[in-house]
Nanobody, 124 residues
């Protein structure tokens, strides 16, 4: 099993930037698909970005060109750099991991492990 802990949320002005972090603990020796999801009030959860064990990234259409997913294996930490933030980016952001390390289940939202989330609020 792996445990995930997000941080970095808060209030940011529209047009600003923020970086979310997700520290993994537990069985970090195996490969995982790592991903970020978000859920805005009254909306369904959506995939934001994913990073598979080959280094291949997947981005949601609404964040392409603005968000970047990356990881530091030495620190067991996943990041989400968010630039040009918009009010519609306001949501609870969740880190997730899946044992299918090529992210084959990412698009369905079926991930094995989830963090508790960190709230990002963008003010206009």
């Amino acid at each position: 099993q792996v445990q995930l802990q997000e941080s970095g949320g808060g209030s940011v002005q529209s047009g600003g930037s923020a970086r979310l972090s997700c520290v993994a603990s537990g069985n970090t020796s195996r490969k995982y698909c790592m991903a970020w999801f978000r859920q805005a009030p009254g909306k369904e959860r959506e995939g934001v970005a994913a990073l598979d064990s080959r280094g291949i990234t997947i981005y949601g259409d609404s964040v392409k060109g603005r968000f970047t997913i990356s990881q530091d294996n030495a620190k067991n930490t996943l990041y989400l750099q968010m630039n040009s933030l918009k009010p519609e980016d306001t949501a609870m952001y969740y880190c997730a991991a899946d044992i299918y390390d090529y992210c084959s289940t990412y698009r369905s939202g079926s991930m094995d492990y989830w963090g508790k989330g960190t709230l990002v609020t963008i003010s206009s």
